[in-house]
């Protein structure tokens, strides 16, 4: 069996790695993939452009694909599944008129509300004096929510008045992430603990995956600029068992009741990121089409089942009756990321030193490639992922800094507080 994967981050690492041990498959072609999928066994790149969906059609057709796992969220929002499936490949992933709950920020709230989904407060704008005004009644800090695809930069927590006033100017006026930014979502600040609460999902019929938690916070202490992720760990204490069932019962399965309801039934990786409050109740931040990066990295970690089978259960709509099984012991991430991020940063940085490898620890290639000499150079902000399992909470936290500190990487950081949060509650 051959499989394209579609993307070249971290999550797709994970995804590639997972898939190469299943035993049904022979090839895996990753599109355009980095420095870390070129070494796994059975899969090369290929220089495609994860937003081309024209030549990554053109690819699979080539290639005679039997799967396509797409692991980002522009070509979902772009309608990449809607275009395989048109063309008769098997494609996962939700078409776009479903995606648009991580594509458009305002729909995913008009349909939180309309289906009872418990969520922040909030109001959309296109034109900048109705938002201004606004501004001056909502209760600080406030969130600003650029309603489109920006890249994991599009939201700002602002704690005055005027901060969330420059926020709202910046999108809509100064148009600072593009079209992106020309709806803005403005929405109340939520006390809690955050959550990742991540399915596999075909209709109405869905396998919870573990929950997980990650820090989007660049430096220790949760301080510095939101990122698209500096480490993450699985499972979250912080959802009990009795808070899992809130959160089935409350979010995910009314989200795909009423996808169903509204006709735009979702297969695919379903992703609700969550604030739990001081009385384990969870509301919805956002909902993502796809995997979150870096949670994938721990849970394909923690994955013993064949990840094929369970995406072929969901295409054949058959997940009612295929169960996943997982690794008792927690997993824990690590990002290595370049200096400046998530800001400017310089590219190809030698790396040197890195984890060999294994099932229980592995360094999860992100922004990486080799370069014309033939090393491994850095070519993204965020750099890398080392993860890996421990019997507790302290025991993979220790084992994957020791590897990361192993390391040699110039103008590179990573947190040093990685999982805090759950090691406390331990």
């Not at 979702?266 to 990121?273: I, R, V, W």
């Not at 370049?338 to 999860?364: C, E, M, Q, R, W």
Request: proline letters at 5%; a negative charge; hydrophobic letters at 40%.
């Amino acid at each position: 069996m051959k499989v394209l994967i579609i993307g070249s981050g971290g999550r797709e690492h994970a995804l590639a790695w997972k898939i190469s041990q299943s035993p049904r498959v022979t090839d895996i072609l990753v599109a355009p993939g980095n420095g870390g999928t070129s070494t796994l066994n059975k899969t090369r790149n290929i220089t495609v452009a994860a937003e081309d969906i024209d030549q990554l059609l053109q690819l699979a057709q080539q290639e005679s694909v039997d799967l396509t796992v797409v692991g980002p969220e522009a070509p979902l929002v772009e309608g990449i599944v809607d275009r395989f499936s048109d063309a008769g490949l098997r494609c996962f992933g939700p078409r776009a008129a479903a995606a648009q709950l991580e594509g458009s920020k305002a729909f995913a709230k008009d349909f939180m509300q309309r289906h009872n989904i418990p969520t922040a407060a909030y109001a959309s704008f296109s034109e900048l004096t109705p938002a201004l005004e606004y501004l001056q009644q909502q209760p600080l800090p406030v969130v600003i929510k650029a309603s489109g695809l920006a890249a994991g930069k599009g939201v700002i927590i602002a704690e005055t008045l005027q901060q969330a006033e420059q926020a709202v100017r910046s999108m809509l006026q100064d148009e600072q992430f593009g079209s992106a930014g020309s709806q803005v979502v403005i929405e109340a600040f939520l006390q809690g603990e955050e959550a990742s609460f991540i399915v596999l999902a075909a209709g109405t019929d869905y396998i919870a995956f573990p929950t997980s938690q990650d820090h989007k916070r660049a430096f220790d202490g949760d301080l510095g600029p939101n990122t698209g992720g500096m480490g993450a760990y699985s499972p979250a204490p912080v959802v009990t068992d009795q808070i899992k069932a809130v959160i089935e019962s409350q979010v995910i399965q009314p989200t795909l009741q009423g996808l169903a309801d509204d006709g735009l039934p979702f297969t695919g990786f379903l992703y609700a990121g969550l604030m739990i409050d001081d009385n384990g109740q969870p509301r919805v931040l956002e909902y993502n089409c796809r995997m979150g990066d870096p949670e994938t990295q721990p849970l394909m970690m923690r994955l013993s089942s064949d990840l094929l089978d369970l995406i072929d259960a969901a295409l054949d709509n058959r997940l009612a009756s295929i169960d996943a099984s997982w690794d008792h012991r927690p997993a824990l991430g690590i990002v290595l990321a370049a200096d400046g991020y998530p800001g400017s940063y310089h590219k190809g940085i030698a790396l040197d030193n890195l984890p060999t490898g294994g099932s229980d620890l592995v360094a999860f290639h992100a922004g990486t490639s080799v370069d014309d000499a033939g090393r491994l150079v850095t070519a993204g902000g965020r750099v890398l992922c080392v993860t890996a399992l421990g019997e507790d909470f302290t025991a993979a936290r220790d084992n994957a800094y020791d590897a990361i500190r192993q390391i040699s990487a110039k103008d590179c950081f990573f947190r040093n507080d990685i999982g805090h949060r759950a090691i406390n509650r331990d």
